[in-house]
């Protein structure tokens, strides 16, 4: 859609607000564009929709003064716990100043009164939001939508030239400055977008908005909606808009964060609903990955609202209640009408049913075929009679493996028919059904009914929401052993015309047991898959992965032989080049279930308590084999590393053995590898295993990466099957290319940017802004397209850097240069000057080779709060040998390099740390780092006002808009006090001049560039 020529903000501002006021609903108030008049604007809303309450007695501002305080929230995640409001209903409460009147709890807002009734919906734009210090600059939003007075989402638009991503970093930027605060805290959606396209995510703290996390809005049949006023039309209008920020967020307890729905996760819950509706079941597709748990949650939450249905029952298999599932609904449901069933008896799960309240109930098919025995035979029990008459609805999580077939005709038989839903990402199909029992149904269709909702892995990478795979197929047999084991297998074989695939399958599983073989996959592992685990990235920014094997016998091996790898007692070693990289890699666990079979227990065990004896030495735990529920809850945390505690590489795993377990619904961004040393599994058993590693993360993620060790040709065949059956015909969009496709992406990309320059130095030489624009288009193919071929097994740095003449000290230096020409687009773009049509640009654009070993400040301060928290009691030596301070001193170090003056300031705290650690235990230190940064750099700006004679605003401002190269100090000495200089240093006019470039050179450099953030 195209209205007129939206390549300005100011034209797509205006054009978006008519858009939105002639839907309906919408009003446009220019007027309120401060906190106080927004304030106003909030006081007279809920003064109109309490009148009766308020007995026709309005606010006084004391009365009204505590309303402001019950709406400021400390964070986003606390301001959306309060708007969920009971039932629905945000309500204040507010002690009267007259006592007569008493105490009254007063109506904010009402997410069940959707588009009518007490909701007032009013537009702003131009909001002027405060700077909180005095190094900030004071801003002005773009479009804010109100929902009675409250401005819950905000718009950030940017032109067509620069792209969303540059409104993505406008809105980060305004985060960290503070700007998001006071009536502004109440925000729950963000939307960016430069008119041709549209993204939205749920508002968090400016450290922890990913744009990997950006949606895009699709249709129900997953076609994309780019365009700002298609999407504003879906997604802004009313009532849209307040169901976005009310029925379709969730919050996550566990994380603290606020969640909005994608929009396939919304299609499902209506399809859901309206298939209820009409009296049918069904299933939902979503692929692994896709957010399923948390689709299914809603979904099960939702159906509560249908007044005839007493229970919601969402039913798992044991494998993935032990997992995350029953973890996430926890984590979702406070605050919601939610029981966990985690009873080790069926009583807990039978008073839950019966009990006269309606509710979800998260149990296990274990649990269900218990209180279906034991109430089966027992028609005239009271507790029979009271089950038989609930009107229950289940939704099943994994439908195809949970629930059985033949198990679903006695839970139809027992609770009378009840409606069921499915929810998989691997449909059993005609392909690969089940097989034939009786007239028993063979494929999720014929058990659950129709797919109501359709988002497969194809759709999912199209949209962002999860990542491709790259797989490499290994052996490790030779080509000439491969053909002597074949000819001892079968020496009738026609070796050479037989099909490979088949060959392979000829070769004993035997041979893979063997600890030769295991030895060279260790060696893959180890110090061939470096830039896999991201390990040049350093400390605390590598990837984790799982090895999987084909039983608990060879799992325990491997842990073995890790271990005598890190001992020394192997003829493998660790290269120099890895235990440079990370000197601790791999950190290695293992996990299976002790109790494979009675005979196995005892060998379990003791193999057991040695590998939970290395964990809890590496890891300052103490599991014992009486805790190993606590232990694989524990190291899933620790795999999946999402809470904050294992940011930190101290506290992280490399790699987990398995044989099936995190293989199916275990949810961890940081899992970028699978290692798979078995055969070729069913094609659903892959691409759930597949999925454990495609999960969005960084911008260093860029897919799930694979690599088998067994029978490559047949597992290639395998996977392709899999790929085929699970992609709806999209098996190229899944796939990562190989390694010949991406080499010749990357020669691509590099001769489009030695076409525009041949050395660093061209870049100087680059005048106008298109073709600035070109070479940091081809900056960035570059990056990208070297970036993608590193992770390849072929991938030799040493061979490859010298074929293509390339050094990473150019590739530094063009960054440097990158960054500066970045910066010059900026300003010339804010300065109206419009680019070619075709020059579209990522400004936001982070480099992905270069410096990729340095460490932030983020990670830093949590080293130093995890730091001045631990062992605080204990001697200072024992404090300073501790493994959090070695990894804060190595981190220090590093760190150094790029920054010495900031980092001395670091190191500065962390010995008064060791000193005086009371003074630290209650403090966040990375609020008080930031301060410490801050208060070097206001010091920086007054020495520089001072020293030149210079009002500090304009020192300030000049400090900001700093460039190293090329800058003369021109614009501060237009506003210096020359006469003053003059007088002060006793120099004549020239020298004066002269005198001040050199202080403003020195200041930036020595005072003020090492504390810019």
Not at 348 to 364: A, P, Q
Not at 483 to 499: A, L
Not at 712 to 734: H, R, T
Request: aromatic residues 10%; negative net charge; charged residues 30%.
């Amino acid at each position: 859609m195209s209205i007129v020529d939206i390549s300005q903000e100011k034209v797509l501002e205006d054009n978006l607000i008519e858009s939105l006021v002639q839907s309906g609903h919408w009003t446009y108030h220019p007027e309120l564009n401060n906190e106080e008049k927004l304030r106003a604007n909030l006081r007279v809303i809920i003064e109109k929709n309490n009148k009766a309450a308020l007995k026709d007695q309005r606010l006084t501002d004391a009365e009204f003064a505590q309303v402001k305080n019950q709406l400021t929230f400390p964070s986003f995640f606390e301001a959306a716990k309060a708007l969920r409001g009971e039932n629905g209903k945000v309500k204040v409460s507010v002690q009267r100043e007259d006592q007569s009147l008493g105490r009254v709890m007063l109506l904010v807002l009402d997410n069940r009164d959707i588009a009518g009734g007490t909701s007032v919906y009013q537009i702003i734009n131009q909001y002027q939001a405060p700077r909180l210090r005095p190094m900030d600059s004071d801003s002005r939003f773009d479009v804010s939508l109100l929902i009675n007075g409250l401005p819950l989402i905000h718009i950030e638009l940017k032109s067509r030239a620069v792209g969303f991503m540059e409104a993505f970093n406008q809105i980060k930027e305004y985060v960290r400055e503070g700007k998001f605060r006071g009536i502004y805290s109440a925000c729950q959606m963000f939307v960016v977008s430069n008119g041709a396209n549209t993204r939205y995510l749920a508002p968090a703290s400016h450290d922890r908005l990913n744009a990997k996390f950006l949606s895009r809005r699709v249709d129900k049949d997953n076609r994309p909606v780019e365009d700002l006023f298609d999407f504003a039309k879906a997604v802004l209008t009313i009532p849209q808009a307040h169901r976005m920020v009310s029925k379709y967020t969730v919050l996550d307890y566990d994380n603290e964060s606020l969640i909005i729905l994608r929009p396939y996760q919304i299609h499902a819950i209506r399809a859901v609903m309206d298939a209820f509706k009409e009296g049918r079941g069904g299933y939902v597709r979503h692929t692994t990955g896709s957010g399923k748990t948390l689709t299914s949650y809603k979904v099960a939450n939702n159906l509560l609202e249908v007044p005839m249905i007493d229970k919601s029952v969402f039913i798992v298999d044991r494998v993935d209640l032990d997992n995350q599932t029953s973890g996430a609904f926890t984590s979702y449901a406070k605050g919601d009408f939610v029981d966990i069933d985690e009873t080790d008896n069926v009583r807990g799960l039978v008073s839950k049913l019966v009990e006269d309240r309606k509710s979800v109930i998260v149990t296990t098919i274990q649990k269900l075929n218990y209180l279906i025995k034991r109430y089966g035979d027992k028609k005239d029990n009271p507790t029979y009679k009271k089950l038989g008459k609930l009107n229950l609805v289940f939704v099943v999580d994994e439908c195809h493996r949970a629930v059985s077939s033949e198990k679903q005709l006695t839970i139809n038989k027992f609770f009378n028919n009840p409606r069921r839903f499915g929810f998989t990402g691997t449909p059993i199909f005609a392909e690969n059904q089940k097989q034939a029992n009786g007239d028993l149904a063979r494929t999720t269709k014929e058990q659950y009914g129709s797919c109501l909702h359709q988002y497969t892995v194809r759709h999912a990478i199209e949209d962002k929401a999860v990542l491709g795979f790259q797989v490499e197929y290994k052996s490790t047999i030779s080509e000439d052993d491969f053909y002597d084991i074949v000819k001892d297998k079968n020496k009738d074989v026609d070796f050479e015309n037989s099909d490979k695939a088949y060959l392979e399958g000829l070769i004993d599983s035997g041979y893979y047991e063997k600890d030769a073989h295991m030895i060279e996959v260790i060696d893959t592992i180890v110090n061939k898959s470096r830039l896999k685990f991201g390990l040049d990235r350093g400390a605390g920014k590598t990837f984790s992965a799982i090895l999987t094997t084909s039983s608990i016998e060879k799992a325990q091996r491997y842990y073995e032989l890790f271990c005598d790898l890190k001992e020394g007692r192997l003829d493998l070693k660790i290269s120099d080049r890895v235990r440079k990289l990370m000197p601790d890699f791999p950190k290695v666990a293992i996990t299976y279930s002790i109790a494979q079979n009675q005979e196995e227990t005892g060998f379990n065990k003791e193999k057991m308590k040695k590998a939970l004896g290395d964990y809890n030495e590496t890891f300052g735990t103490s599991f014992t084999l009486d805790e190993i529920k606590a232990y694989n809850s524990n190291l899933n945390e620790r795999l999946a590393r999402k809470k904050v505690l294992y940011e930190t590489r101290s506290e992280q795993v490399d790699l987990v053995i398995v044989v099936d377990r995190l293989l199916t619904g275990f949810d961890s961004p940081t899992t970028a590898l699978l290692f798979i040393d078995r055969a070729p599994m069913r094609p659903q058993n892959l691409i759930q295993a597949f999925s454990r590693t495609n999960r969005i993360y960084n911008s260093y993620k860029t897919y799930g990466q694979i690599v088998t060790f067994q029978s490559p040709d047949l597992y290639e065949k395998s996977v392709e099957e899999a790929f085929s059956l699970y992609s709806n015909g999209g098996e190229d969009y899944i796939k990562a290319p190989s390694f010949d496709e991406s080499l010749e992406i990357f020669e691509k990309a590099l001769t489009s940017f030695t076409s525009c320059v041949s050395s660093p130095s061209d870049v100087d030489n680059l005048k106008t802004l298109d073709e600035k624009m070109a070479f940091a288009k081809a900056f960035q193919g570059l990056d990208k397209a070297l970036a993608n071929i590193r992770v390849y097994g072929q991938y030799d740095e040493e061979e490859f850097f010298k074929k293509y003449d390339l050094s990473y000290k150019d590739l530094e230096e063009y960054n440097g240069k990158y960054v500066n020409i970045i910066e010059e687009i900026k300003e010339e773009l804010d300065n109206g000057d419009d680019p070619d049509q075709d020059q579209l640009l990522d400004i936001g654009y982070e480099t992905l080779t270069v410096g990729v070993d340095e460490i932030d400040s983020s990670y830093l301060n949590r080293l130093m709060d995890i730091a001045s928290k631990k062992g605080i009691d204990l001697p200072r030596e024992k404090r300073e040998q501790s493994k959090e301070f070695i990894e804060l001193r190595e981190s220090l170090e590093k760190a150094s390099k790029s920054n010495p003056k900031k980092i001395n300031l670091y190191r500065e705290v962390a010995e008064d740390i060791l000193t005086n650690p009371n003074k630290y235990k209650e403090i966040d230190m990375e609020t008080y780092m930031e301060n410490k940064i801050s208060d070097m750099y206001k010091e920086g700006i007054t020495k520089l006002a001072g020293e030149v004679k210079v009002p500090y605003d304009k020192a300030d401002y000049y400090a900001k808009i700093y460039k190293r190269e090329n800058d003369n100090g021109n614009y501060l000495l237009q506003y210096s006090d020359i006469d003053q200089v003059k007088k002060e240093q006793d120099l004549n006019p020239l020298k004066a001049k002269k005198y001040v470039r050199g202080k403003i050179s020195t200041i930036m450099k020595e005072d003020i560039e090492p504390y810019r953030t």
